[in-house]
């Protein structure tokens, strides 16, 4: 199958009907994040690949009234394997000279589907301590270069629940992370309410088990993120 018709096939999903345009999506007047501005750091899932470049960034940039700041590309690993990866992009499209209110980045799955080392979480906090070859090592630098940058809030999300122990693994790895670093977790794999839908709904939602279309984005992942996420800057207020 070619690329053209990967793209047409995109197109015509039930998912990425106009109904669902993010078109449609109201602002939320009163929140802690209008008028300011949010990055997110990503692969496939970050950048909207069976969504036509709409995903998790635009959703809650459009919802909270915030500007988005997104360096997203498809098949790339929070491991450090080529410069398209994470953490080159990090250092590279992401100004540092500029101040950020939230900074959010994607937990991949494609360092599940690749394999790649999981790594621990160490006891340092020095930047060029961690070993980026690792998945705990990469994400432990991610953490620590956003802090030390921009000083705002920092939270990865991940995906809906699907069939991968690799990426219950990370999971498991996260949560780790979370306690050490204090940051938030925008959770969409742990949640049984969230993830018991009907087939039909996920046919819908998802174009595979790892991808959201435009309606997955707008109507299922979005409106939990943006809870989650809302009652955590509250709680971290607090």
């Known amino acids: ?13 039930p998912g990425n009907a106009a109904a669902y345009s993010f078109d449609t999506i109201e602002p939320l007047e009163e929140n802690p994040l209008a008028r300011g501005r949010m990055a997110i750091l990503g692969s496939s899932v970050a950048y909207g690949a069976a969504s036509m470049g709409l995903a998790v960034g635009e959703y809650l940039s459009r919802r909270l009234g915030c500007e988005l700041v997104k360096s997203a590309v498809s098949g790339t690993t929070l491991v450090t394997l080529d ?18 209110d939230l900074f959010v980045c994607q937990l991949s799955t494609n360092d599940a589907t690749k394999g790649l080392p999981l790594g621990s979480v160490s006891d340092a906090t020095d930047l060029k301590a961690f070993d980026t070859s690792t998945i705990a090592g990469a994400i432990e630098h991610i953490v620590c270069y956003a802090r030390q940058t921009w000083d705002c809030p920092i939270a990865f999300f991940t995906g809906s629940r699907y069939d991968s122990e690799p990426y219950a693994q990370m999971y498991e790895l996260l949560l780790k992370v979370r306690d050490k670093w204090k940051i938030g977790i925008l959770d969409l794999w742990a949640p049984k309410a969230f993830n018991d839908i009907s087939d039909e709904l996920r046919s819908l939602y998802m174009l595979d088990p790892i991808h959201p279309s435009r309606a997955g984005y707008r109507d299922w992942w979005g409106p939990e993120q943006e809870r989650q996420l809302l009652a955590w800057l509250s709680d971290s207020k607090a």
């Open 1 to 13: 199958m070619t690329q053209e018709e990967i793209e047409r096939l995109i197109a015509e999903a």
């Open 83 to 100: 410069d398209s990866c994470y953490i080159p992009r990090l250092h590279a499209e992401i100004p540092n000279d500029q101040p950020l």
